[in-house]
């Protein structure tokens, strides 16, 4: 069974631009969260999708939105980027929608860095 | 609210010797436990759970876990380290009670020396 897809895996951007980043979930799972991870704040959860609708969101400003299609493939975009969004962006995909038991499996992420 | 909290930004050991990684954690209800580990320029990789019975939970690789509920811990541990086990490992919590996003604790590095 294939895993987590994380499609572009490097990308870089300037300052003021808009980024969009692309996951497809291990085949029969329907919940895809995404998280960034940078060394000073680690692992931060963003937003998570199941069954095409948004269920939960993290602290994150108005700039971060995702998406998630009818096959649970999911998109996130950043608009207006600032350097500090440079980070690693990981995509984890389950079979149930995060309050289960179930775990989590990662994608290899995309690492997007602004100049 | 939930939190995780991985004291040691790194842990060194050498090959051939026990490891433990430690992990605590906070939440309103039962907890739901996770270790992932992460190898450089990857994604985080899942080694073993802990939603309820025994205290002691095996997972990938020979790692293994204590859930301790009185002290709120979940370290994890490996008898007999390989240098390949060098790696960034992430604990994480979610309250089994009602919905939760999964927490993540900072990560603590793993340095295995030959």
């Known amino acids: 069974k294939a895993g987590v897809t994380q499609t572009p895996r490097y990308l870089i951007k300037t300052r003021g631009q808009q980024v969009t980043l692309s996951c497809s979930p291990i085949?029969?799972?329907?919940?895809v969260s995404w998280y960034q991870q940078t060394p000073g704040q680690g692992l931060q959860f963003l937003f998570e999708?199941?069954?095409?609708?948004?269920?939960n969101k993290g602290n994150f400003p108005g700039r971060f939105s995702g998406r998630q299609f009818s096959n649970s493939r999911s998109e996130m975009n950043v608009s207006t980027l600032e350097l500090g969004d440079s980070a690693l962006y990981l995509c984890a995909s389950s079979l149930g929608p995060q309050g289960t038991n179930n775990e989590q499996f990662f994608g290899p992420g995309t690492r997007l860095t602004v100049l | 609210a939930q939190s995780v909290a991985q004291p040691e930004d790194q842990v060194k050991v050498a090959e051939g010797n026990p490891l433990t990684v430690k992990c605590t954690y906070s939440?309103?209800?039962?907890?739901?436990l996770f270790w992932y580990v992460q190898y450089p320029n990857r994604g985080l990789q899942f080694l073993l759970k802990y939603i309820t019975g025994d205290n002691l939970v095996k997972g990938s690789y020979g790692f293994e876990a204590e859930f301790n509920k009185s002290q709120t811990s979940f370290h994890l541990k490996k008898p007999s380290a390989l240098v390949s086990d060098s790696a960034l490992y992430f604990c994480a919590v979610r309250d089994g009670a009602g919905y939760s996003t999964l927490t993540f604790g900072k990560g603590t590095m793993l340095l295995v020396s030959p």
């Open positions: 939440v309103s209800g039962n907890p739901y």
């Open positions: 999708y199941f069954s095409e609708t948004q269920r």
């Open positions: 085949s029969g799972h329907r919940s």
